[in-house]
């Protein structure tokens, strides 16, 4: 049993990575706490599903628009720096978030902004924080790492969105904010408690600017990144294939017809499949203690992958057999098997994004690294979002339950073919990495 835990070696033999896994996994917590908290918000002001929508627009286009900047600034300067001045930006943002709603300013037009500043400051905190994981630990510990880092974050979408539904409800917006000011606390001394993070070639002495000799920041250090990346088959293909299962079978959007058009129970039902498949990564990431000491890991995201789209047309097969009733009740067994469907589906997305992250972080030279953690972000921002879109478009044409095994059936052949098409990325060895 002790072997199919998760590894927690890396807690164990690094102090500052524990101490930045410790900060994190407290301030993630905020940080849901505050999106939910937003979120809620937006609606009592407007009254308008839309004006809460427009919020993920404020974030994405910051996030997409910044994320391969980001990540060149990584690679130029110190990113214990470039992490530490982005998480205190990160900071004074959840501060004025919370003054608004202290001061009671009521300004949907000034959450949007906050927003939107939030999102261009992560675009930047992330890309420095996964870029500094690898030179705190061995290359063979990055699978458990991020296994770590995968529980942590799935524990926040689970637990974070309730302290802060609760919060709001019981004391009001400010102090679930006034929360997430606290909580972030633990990021920003972990990350100023860390060494100096100098890229390789950075120039240590004589001018002691903390730049990197690679050139300046700009857009051409941006497209060296992406003509980088399109000669690394290896790296190139984790990007594909996560775009391939995001785009074509993302489900988030269908849980809300789900409970009030097929399954019955409304938001509560909603609610469940969302948690399920929460609770599938957490179980995937508590029990990966096996699977982050193999050593195929290329083999393992293209069979976590595969797995993933046949849960999502389970899921979606559900929804057919049960069809577009309109139930006055719950009909529990369709709820539960829907539910188990989903659990599956976030389980194996995690192992994917475990292996996926562990592939980028120690193929990828190290004068890379910011970068190609920059186009990490933007893929995994941007394909939800735009699976969404896919998704939705479909369950207008075919409905929800159709959408959903389509999409997961055409991800796992789409996945296949580029397999077949990349022939070096099956055959992956953890123990000499190749990007």
Known sequence: MRHLLADTTPLKVSPDYRRLWFGLSISNIGTQVTIVAVGLQVYALTGSTLAVGVLGLFSLVPLVALGLYGGALVDHYDRRKVSLIS?????????????????????VELLYGLVAVQSAAFAINNPARSA??????????????????????????????????????QLGYAWAYTLDMVLF??????????????????????????????????????????????????????????????????????????GVIYLGGGETTTGVLAAAF????????????????????????????TAWGVSIAAFGLVLVLVGRGSPDGTIVWAVVAAGIALAFAGGSDSISSVF????????????????????????????????????????????????AVAGGLTCVVLLWLIVRLTPRFWRYDARHPEP
């Open 278 to 305: 929460a609770v599938g990564g957490i179980l995937a990431s508590v029990f990966s203690g096996g699977l982050t000491r193999l050593r195929k890991q290329g083999q393992i995201i293209v069979w976590a992958i």
């Open 132 to 169: 500094i994981i690898p030179r705190l630990l061995p290359k063979e510990l990055m699978p458990a790492a991020n296994a770590l880092a995968s529980l942590s974050m799935n524990v926040a979408l689970t637990g974070g969105p309730l302290i802060g539904a609760l919060l709001v409800a």
């Open 185 to 258: 606390l633990a990021a920003l001394w972990a990350v100023f408690r860390l060494p100096p993070v100098l890229p390789e070639g950075m120039d240590e002495g004589g001018s002691g600017n903390g730049r990197s000799r690679v050139g300046a920041v700009g857009l051409r250090s941006v497209l060296d990144g992406l003509r980088y990346l399109a000669t690394q088959p290896n790296v190139r293909t984790t990007f594909l294939v996560d775009i391939c299962a995001m785009v074509l079978s993302f489900p988030r959007v269908l849980w809300p017809a789900a």
């Open 356 to 403: 996926r992250q562990s592939i980028l972080q120690t193929a990828t030279p190290d004068h890379m690294r910011g970068r190609l953690q920059g186009v990490f972000i933007v893929v995994v921002a941007g394909g939800p979002r735009l699976g969404e879109m896919v998704l939705g478009a479909e369950a207008t044409w075919f409905g929800e339950g159709w959408a």
């Open 87 to 107: 998480s205190a930006v990160l900071w004074l943002v959840v501060a004025g978030i919370a003054a608004q709603a202290w001061l009671d300013l009521e300004s």
